[in-house]
């Protein structure tokens, strides 16, 4: 029996991958996906982290918290009396896992119709053979003359602090507790903690974050995470910065977590459940490099070029495999781009433009240089910032908190920063985007007409500011 042979194959289902494939076989080529992930029955569920205990489940439980927030805290404003109100936790679960999976078929249809060959199984190498790869493919061993590698990341665990998923959860158990803890500690004040403590603290958890640096989202611009402290502070979201965790130990009753404060006071908190989400590390586990020679960084990263190019001819590396943010609109770049380049194409990834997102409430989104990056690298410029509560759709919405403000070059007016702390602030980052790619000044955006009343014109208010003509404030 003949091996299969394809031009392209590509090892993971994420973001990246299926992206990549996708775009392979746009582009003519042949292609082949391998993704492991298997759903609740041990189907396919391709999507990757993002898909299946990222991404997409996070966005629906804060959905699904939010609204049990605003009926129990802001209906009441609108003239709305919503009495005794109750979260059925099950259902809500089970909401989050149709919304999962209508992404996983989404994938599936997404391979057929544009006739990319789907592999359910572990994919990895096997050996190079006459300019070509021999990659494991599930039960099969198939052949490739361009090899993509897109297999993602995974939680980092605390030393001492094994991932049990029932009382010491990564965000994989985070997603699927079973009912409202009384107490949640969460372990790391990054994207996956803030979120995640965010949707237990609305459904009525008492929940403490324990931070080891001593600033709080220092990627963050300074201005955006003083606003957020403040308001996550009165929310009820309790955080200690400077902490140094020391040991933590399971019981029947829960999680206890020894450690030391700021002030290197010894404290410990039991709770009743603990997230830990501490950053994420590579996953090139199982992958058979060394079949290969493929070369991997001390951080088990592969290592890749500019062009997402490994050592070896023909093998490429997107996502979170490889350097730079671990963030799925990034591997999705670069999956597009690594397609386009097997094509003798020009692929297009710019770093400096990639948006950050943070889906707590108010969002916080932030594209380009922080002032303090600035200030370190010596850059002179000009600040403007507009706040929501002078916004007239916020007003409307009942959302006033946060602001947009605009970083731009003191000479020629080049937008070098856009941070945003407030409603919608996810979709609002898209119009700085847009600008910074196309070179643009704080000017074009300030004579740019926004449609009224929307969100968007505290856009073109914090733009005003910097030449200090805001209109509204």
């Known amino acids: 029996m003949s091996t299969k042979q394809f031009d392209v194959v590509v090892i993971g289902g994420g973001p990246g991958g299926y992206i ?5 076989a746009q582009l003519g080529f042949n292609t082949a996906c391998i993704d492991e992930w298997k759903n609740e029955k041990g189907g396919p569920a391709p999507g990757g982290t993002c898909t299946n205990v990222g991404c997409i489940p996070s ?4 959905q699904s918290s939010e609204h049990f927030e605003h009926a129990n805290h802001h209906f009441a404003d609108h003239g709305i009396s919503a009495d005794n109100v109750r979260i059925d936790i099950k259902k809500m679960i089970g909401r989050k896992d149709t919304v999962v999976k209508q992404n996983n078929d989404g994938i599936l249809y997404l ?4 006739k990319v060959t789907f592999f359910h199984g572990r994919g990895s190498f096997v050996a190079a053979k006459d300019g070509l790869y021999e990659v494991k493919a599930g ?5 490739a003359k361009h090899v993509v590698l897109a297999t993602g990341s995974n939680a980092r665990q605390l030393p001492g602090a094994a991932f049990d998923e029932e009382l010491i959860l990564s965000n994989d158990g985070a997603l699927r507790i079973g009912e409202v803890p009384k107490k949640l500690g969460v372990i790391g004040s990054g994207v996956i903690g803030l979120e995640m403590g965010s949707v237990w603290r609305r459904l009525g958890a008492e929940v403490t974050v324990l931070e080891g640096l001593p600033t709080f ?3 963050v611009d300074e201005s955006v995470a003083k606003e957020a402290a403040k308001l996550f502070k009165k929310q009820g979201l309790k955080i200690e910065l400077g902490v140094k965790i020391g040991e933590v130990a399971k019981s029947k009753d829960g999680v206890t977590v020894s450690y030391a404060d700021a002030k290197g006071a010894a404290q410990t908190l039991a709770v009743d459940k603990l997230i830990i989400s501490i950053g994420r590390v590579p996953n090139t586990i199982g992958l058979n490099a060394e079949a290969v020679g493929l070369k991997l960084d001390e951080r088990g990263a592969i290592e890749v070029d500019c062009d997402c190019k490994t050592n070896l001819p023909n093998v490429w590396a997107v996502g979170d495999v490889v350097r730079g943010p671990m963030l799925a609109h990034k591997a999705e770049e670069e999956g597009v781009a690594v397609a386009e380049r097997i094509a003798g194409q020009y692929g297009h990834v710019n770093f400096n433009t990639i948006p950050w997102v943070i889906y707590t409430s108010p969002e916080i989104a932030w594209v380009g240089r922080t002032e303090q990056q600035l200030k370190a ?3 002179e410029y000009k600040a403007g910032q507009f706040p929501f509560l002078a916004n007239g759709r916020a007003r409307a919405l009942g959302d006033t908190n946060g602001f947009v403000k605009f970083l731009a070059d003191a000479k020629t007016d080049e937008i070098l920063g856009v941070h945003i702390i407030g409603p919608m602030a996810s979709e609002l980052i898209s119009e700085a985007v847009v600008a910074m790619e196309f070179k643009a000044s704080a000017e074009d955006i300030a004579r740019i007409c926004h449609a009224h009343p929307s969100l968007s014109e505290a856009t073109k208010e914090a733009a005003l500011a910097v030449d200090k003509r805001t209109l509204n404030f």
């Not at 990549?20 to 392979?24: N, S, V």
């Not at 966005?59 to 804060?62: T, V």
């Not at 391979?111 to 544009?114: A, D, E, H, Q, T």
């Not at 039960?139 to 052949?143: N, Y």
């Open 217 to 219: 989202l220092g990627a």
């Open 59 to 62: 966005k629906a439980l804060l």
């Open 377 to 379: 690298d010596g850059v």
């Open 20 to 24: 990549a494939a996708i775009r392979a």
């Open 139 to 143: 039960e099969e061993v198939i052949l």
């Open 111 to 114: 391979f057929k119709k544009n």
